[in-house]
């Protein structure tokens, strides 16, 4: 279409406004299944063109997330979808306004104005011991040494498990300012921590009623001093009850992960899991199907100990993600056993580490679009000649 544009010096305004109808057009073809089906327009990703008389085209995008290769994800497919309608490489620019997309400050309905959060994710599932608190705490790793600023908030009240997971001693602490008192997490390796299990002596029992336990919950919502995330992720504990419930009202959740295995049992609790979020009208990011297999160290033979499909079947029932299937690894194992998540982020290396960083990338994809506002491209596409 715009060969015979090539050669020309400066473009006329009726070719500046036709490359800029096609650039339109690229982009609004260009639609991704973790998005819910919506293209870049859609979730506010682009947030500006530029046509200039030069024939240069230049694409302003906003993604509200700290991980690069997302970014740079979705400036590829930008370029290579403009490539291929024939544009030439060197007369595309697109550019990101990095320091806009570290931060979305979530208004916080308990007041919080010591913390500025731009997602929160909550993992959930329906039962106990699917491995939600671990996937929970090696996402946090990930994301962390990919650069974003993490919180973790451990909401089991009655079965903390992240304490345990990255080792964590010592109690929380509190400080003065302003005439109120803030909680104060806990500082390791980067990532930031609030748990009722560095409230209480290791082998308490916590044996609260439903008052105590909201009471708690608005504390955590109203007075940690988390200061600037990009991301805190909720380690719910398992079920439909109070917890959710507060933490639904008390925080404004950009969306849930839902974890199950794959046997029935699990499923069947899972399935009520999802109908919650539905009813107090949180996003679901996705289904985690864990404990998908087990390879054999000795012969490599596979074995499904738990059945198979229970993740998929609720990600059909319920047209949501599936975010994927994680076998049973040692490594994982290891690494949280040890109290250090970070060696298996660290290394770089191997499957536990390849779904790790895949399953992050996928949510922080997802949660981004979520908070990212819906545009008319009208409202923000520009033409500039120079």
Known sequence: MFESLRFKKKLEKSEIQARLDLVCKIITNLVDSELRGLNYFQVGFVKNIDVRDSGQIEVSTDIPTPLHEIREHVEDRIRSALVREGIRLKDIKISTDKDANLFRPAKRSGGNANSSITNIIAFSSGKGGV???????????????????????????????????????????????????????????????????????????????????????????????????????IDLPPGTGDVALSLAQLFPITGSVVVTSPQAASVEDVRKEVVMWKQLNVPILGIVENFVDFECDSCGEKTKLFGSGGGQFLAQRFDLEFLMGIPMLPAIQKSLDLGNPYELIKNKTGLAYSLIREFSNKISKISAGLIAENRDPKEFITLESN
């Open 131 to 233: 491995g939600k608190s671990s996937l929970t705490g090696l996402t946090a790793a990930y994301l962390s040494r990919a650069g974003a600023r993490v919180g973790i908030l451990d909401a089991d009240i009655y079965g903390p498990s992240v304490p345990r997971i990255f080792g964590l001693e010592g109690q929380l602490r509190s400080m003065e300012k302003d005439g109120k008192s803030w909680i104060l997490p806990i500082e390791k390796d980067g990532l930031k921590f609030v748990s009722v299990g560095s409230m209480v002596p290791k082998d308490s029992a916590i044996v609260w009623r439903g008052p105590m336990l909201h009471k708690l919950l608005t504390q955590f919502s109203s007075d940690v001093d988390w200061g600037d995330l990009d991301y805190l992720l």
